[in-house]
């Protein structure tokens, strides 16, 4: 940053600091006591076996670490999540970009669709979340009905959407894919617009066809905010716990509902293992954590030579 | 904002076929169709939504005095929540945007040692997966004797990571020499910030108040965490625990109660529309851009 010309005579560089120092203060006194004290706090009782009601607790070093990685559980919450991924983040940038690609073209009413696409986004998440599970509900849910108007009958074992196990964490994807794809809809038609004309301009004097300019104009030119997007996609998925506490309540069926982040609950509000909680809670920040940073390398590479 | 004289693309008006529109009215009528099923279901009386979801639990009828049976919302809890909602979220959201402004003011004009450092520490703030946080949160807000208080639903989450990071990418688009001649008159480092930048910035000051509104108004995993006895539920942590708090209820009842918790939200959208979509547009904008 340019050093401007007048501060010199007006202060010492120590008293600037202060300044600055001064400024942050308070920001730095919330986000230490309600952020960085929670982190150090974690990351000092995954190494202990600490008990919640006395308060006490003992050094055992790295074996809850080790627990973690052997336990059947964590790894069935990571298949899990997987699984909930795959539906979730195609989906959605898919979708996003549908929406985006649609909107950019003279469509009537952009504000009014804009604003449309926006609201699901919008509303709390445990609401969207109680208005799907009763769309969801077995042959009296908006959804089941609709499919009978449309001729489509269940058997009588039919539990509903949310109890089938293949269907149940898809479901739960659908409602967030439904939540989110009006956000990066946005997101993108503001990328697509920053794209000059005159990369078009070129690409219509060499010849290129529609599908040609789309892969090789608009797609590289939207590369950083695509990867803008999938790193928050993944902290979407890192944060899905409200969507699962409302939708299925105990991570049912047979937990093929439990993710990382509902084990972690899990883990602190019915086992009362904080020990382990924490061990777990360390392991998925430091797992979103590798994820973005690797990430955000990948992208810098590739995005050098534009 | 760097504003480009640079022409950016415009497909010419033949591309707009029929189709386009058609296919982007259809997305739209996907993305409201959970809302009508919503107002389906409310509509409803009760013994059309659960007779059968109720015969399936206890393979019994529905007792005929319970299906003719109206039943009464009791909207207490609700008001109760709305009002501490309102009272939080307008809290959180003046509150952060004060001291978010003072952070980013300061990362973004001075210089000083640690400065990488302590942003660093705030863009980790907004990739931490919110959910470890509850077990923490709910250890300090009890050593902080604020558990179960108004305060323990304000004080962790009014100064967010983003809201620092946001302030910071406005108040860089201020000039230096501004800033250098509003000190030369002799105004202090607050006048300079509260009486010359952030009034050159508005616009982005109204977006992160909505943002941040917004965002508390409709958080639940942390302040659920927080707090304990109904009173002092938010409107977002009622939602969450309508299933688990008020067994009797069935799905219109619920669908009523999520309908006219929604309805305040719906209206500030409505109302502050250009600012919502403003500010949702600005987080991809700003977190794209390089430090």
Redesign the interface.
Known sequence: ???????PE?LKPRT??L??????A???V??G???????I??ISTSVTNYD?ITGTARSIALSHYRQVISSAAVWRSILNTAYFSIVYIPLTLL?AG??AV???????SR?F????????????????A???R??Y????G??DLVLRILGFEHGPGW?GWLAEPYLAMPCIALMCV?RD???FA???????????????DLARVDGASKSQTFAFVTLPMCL??LG??LI?LI?NV??V??EI??MT?DGGPANWTVNL??L??RR?YFDGD?GR??AL??V??AV??VV?LLQNRLLNKRLDWS | MVVSA??????A?R??RWW??A???L??A???L??V??I??AQKPRS??????YY?LTKRQLPEEAVRREVQVDPRPLRVAARNSMVVSLTCALLGVV??S??G???A?????GKAA?FD??L??????????????F??TVAMRIYDTILALI?????T?FG?FYMRHAISAVP??L??SA??DGLS?FGV?FRVVLPSVWPSVVTLTVLQF?ST?????LPYAVVDSAENYT??IL??R???DFRGLM?ND??II?IS??LP??LA??LL?RW??RG??A???E??SPR
């Not at chain 1, 940053?1 to 501060?7: D, N, R």
């Not at chain 1, 038609?189 to 004309?197: D, H, T, V, Y």
């Not at chain 2, 980790?124 to 949160?137: E, F, H, N, R, Y």
């Open positions: 940053m340019a050093k401007s010309y007048s501060e007006l600037r600091h300044e600055a120092y001064f400024l942050l308070p920001a730095l919330f986000l006591l309600f952020f960085l004290y929670p982190v706090w974690l919640p979708a549908a929406v649609l909107l950019r073209r003279r469509v009537i504000p669709l804009k604003a449309i696409f926006c609201s699901p986004c919008l509303i709390p998440a445990v609401g969207a109680l208005i799907w009763a769309a509900m077995p042959y009296r908006s959804i539990a439904w794809t009006g956000f946005l997101i993108l038609l503001s990328a697509l617009g920053r794209i000059p004309q005159a990369t078009y950083g905010t803008l997007c928050m902290i890192q944060n716990f409200q506490y409302v309540e982040g509902f972690v609950h602190v904080w909680a924490a809670s360390v998925l920040f979103t954590v973005i | 640079q022409r950016t693309h415009r497909p008006r591309t707009g386009s529109a296919l982007i009215w997305f739209a996907i993305t409201l959970p809302f099923f919503m389906w279901t059309r939504v659960d007779a059968a979801y399936l001291i978010s003072m952070a003011y300061a990362f004009k001075k210089q000083f040692p302590l520490l705030v980790a703030s907004m990739a931490v997966p919110t959910v470890i946080l509850m077990m923490p949160l250890r300090l004080l962790p989450f009014c100064v990571g620092i230096d020499g800033i250098d000190r030369l480092e910030l917004i108004w409709n958080s639940f995993v409107v977002a939602l969450g309508l299933m688990a799905w619920i669908m999520v918790a929604l939200i719906m959208f409505v529309n919502v979509l949702l547009t987080i991809g904008d977190r794209r």
